[in-house]
């Protein structure tokens, strides 16, 4: 089969590897349709962090059951699936409590199970990540790439505004303006958020924001933007979504969060070494909430609401390109020539 694979910083290449096989009675091969190009992956693509030279990328999957193995029963050759970025069993303390992304019997989608941007991935606990879409609206293109967000984005920006407490009438902040922070913009206002204050650097995607609900936008940077905040909500405001997980951005959320508020911080940590400091949360009595999203707690409550035409993140799609040009997607988002990239196999 095709896939792309990480050849060193910079360095996509689309190769020919061998097409995973089942190997266990709860494994199934998905043949992948659509699929995606993460912020995460520019981590790196820019040589931010370590991977294995060559290996396949991506981790955002939906396609078509192909096989399954012998105890599979949620799901059978022919459905339409989605799945979350991580493996999970669905069986275990964790994933009962929700948190799937700590699952004791957790996996991914690279190395042998082929990586989620090329033709065929192997689920390793299909049972208990696949996510099947209704057979209504398994083969509508526009119900598709409404719901391909949910396998990351969405969810992810659904729990920084759970993790911030954001509920009906609540004033928050959205710290970040890539695929994350505006679906959290999109999470806050289905949770009820009177006002949403969106925080970014580019123009173009603030629009997203507004159109995707937030009332007030601030593109200033650092102290400016939080001066900025601070005069609008004279003083700040109790919930506070962290999208991006630099040391800048988490300082300009606990700069605006107002004292007794909440941090939800779901941006992967990097660029900091010399760590947060701790003292304005503790000063201010800031909670810090959040971490790595579970997205298979969330994705069928969210897709319930895309079914139904009341949530639609599509928008944060601005390039769809085919398999043979997710080189150049991945050159787009690093360059901000797009906001996140549609990949239609």
């Known amino acids: 089969m095709r896939a792309a694979r990480y050849h060193g910083p910079g360095d996509i290449r689309v190769d020919e ?15 992948v349709t659509h699929t995606a190009i993460c912020g995460s992956d520019l981590w790196f693509y820019r040589g931010a962090s370590d991977r294995e030279a060559p290996s396949p990328v991506g ?5 078509i059951v192909e096989e399954v193995g012998d105890d599979v029963v949620s799901v059978e050759p022919g459905d339409r699936v989605l799945a979350p970025f991580a493996v999970s069993c669905g069986e275990c303390e964790f994933c009962r409590k929700g ?5 004791v019997n957790g996996d991914g989608w690279g190395g042998d199970n082929g990586g989620g941007q090329g033709e065929y991935v192997r689920c390793t606990q299909a049972d208990g990540t696949l996510v099947k879409v209704p057979d209504r609206h398994a083969d509508d293109p526009e119900t598709l790439r409404s719901l391909l967000p949910l ?11 759970v993790s911030a407490g954001v509920d009906a ?10 695929a994350v922070g505006l679906c959290g913009v999109l999470a806050a206002r289905r949770l009820g958020a009177e006002r949403i204050i969106a925080m970014g650097h580019h123009e173009d995607r603030l629009e997203i924001a507004e159109e995707f609900g937030a009332t007030d936008l601030v593109s200033a940077r650092g102290e400016e933007a939080v001066e900025a905040v601070h005069e609008r909500t004279n003083g ?7 999208c991006v997980g630099a040391e800048s951005s988490m300082e300009t959320a606990v700069g605006v969060a107002r004292p007794g508020g909440t941090v939800g911080y779901v941006g992967v940590p990097h660029g900091m070494d010399a760590g947060v400091d701790p003292f304005p949360f503790f000063g201010d009595n800031i909670a810090l909430r959040g971490g790595v999203a579970p997205v298979r707690e969330y ?5 319930a609401d895309v079914l139904q035409g009341t949530l639609d993140p599509a928008p ?20 901000r020539d797009a906001v996140k990239v549609l990949v239609e196999l």
């Open 151 to 161: 396998t990351d984005v969405m969810c992810t920006g659904h729990h920084a505004a």
């Open 17 to 31: 590897i061998p097409k995973p096989e089942i190997e266990s009675p709860d494994h199934a091969i998905v043949r």
């Open 316 to 335: 944060v799609f601005t390039k769809t390109v085919d398999l043979d040009g997710v080189p150049e997607g991945y050159r787009a988002m690093d360059e």
């Open 59 to 63: 981790h955002e999957p939906m396609g």
């Open 299 to 303: 994705i069928e409550d969210l897709m």
């Open 236 to 242: 700040g405001v109790d919930h506070v979504l962290e």
């Open 99 to 103: 948190i799937h992304t700590s699952c």
């Open 169 to 178: 009438g609540a004033t928050c902040a959205v710290v970040g303006d890539g």
